[in-house]
């Protein structure tokens, strides 16, 4: 979070002669802080897919939906809801020979599943990948945390205090005092963990 005062002053009247007073509204105190909690996940996310690679479209097409089903299947029976499975990514795209002639044809899909027991995810992914066959890949996992608003709420007053304290020492060592905020700015990490 950024956190940015100022502070006003009153200034005597000057002659003109002298030099233009300083614009106090620009003046001000600009500092960065980071507000930290820890909370303990909840949710396992898996990114699955499978690759096929048949002669015709519709070969390679029927082969990675039959094995993509499966794997949901696997997933379902595993315990995981159809809600918590998401195809995505789904591509289709020529093979070549060495001569630069069309081989056949490759089929890649994509499926994320979301994970609620996290003790059983093992178990789950391995049950997904031997389903799915040779096709089957796992491109990589992430823990989250479902309902985080309570942990965000608490990162935000941290970062807040924390910026407040830095932005009052400063002013304290400019011998100034702090006036309102003026701007708050929050940037929040993409991985979160």
């Known amino acids: ?11 005597p009247a000057r002659a003109a002669t002298e030099t233009p007073p300083v ?5 001000g105190v600009l500092v960065s802080a980071t507000g930290e909690v820890l909370g303990v996940p909840d949710t396992l996310r898996a990114d699955f897919g499978v690759r096929t690679s048949a002669t015709t479209v519709d070969e390679a097409l029927n082969l990675a939906n039959a ?3 499966q794997m949901q299947d696997a ?3 595993g315990g995981v809801t159809r809600a918590d499975l998401q195809t995505s990514n789904a591509d289709i795209h020529p ?19 979301k994970l609620r ?9 391995s049950a997904g990948i031997a389903a799915g066959g040779d096709a089957a890949q796992l491109f990589g996992v992430s823990f989250e945390i479902e309902q985080d608003d309570a942990l965000l709420a608490a990162a935000r007053r941290n970062a807040f205090a924390d910026a407040q304290a830095k932005a009052e020492l400063y002013a ?17 990490p993409s991985n979160g963990f």
Request: hydrophobic content about 35%; aromatic content about 4%; cysteine-free.
């Open 1 to 11: 979070s950024w956190l940015l005062g100022n502070s006003s002053v009153a200034t």
């Open 23 to 27: 614009d106090r509204a620009r003046e």
């Open 67 to 69: 094995a993509m089903t």
């Open 75 to 77: 997933l379902v029976d």
């Open 95 to 113: 093979t070549y020979s060495r001569q630069g002639r069309i081989t056949g044809y490759a089929v890649n899909e994509g499926l994320t599943a």
């Open 117 to 125: 027991t996290t003790s059983e995810a093992g178990a789950l992914i």
């Open 172 to 188: 304290e060592q400019a011998g100034q005092t702090l006036g309102q905020v003026v701007s708050v700015t929050e940037e929040v």
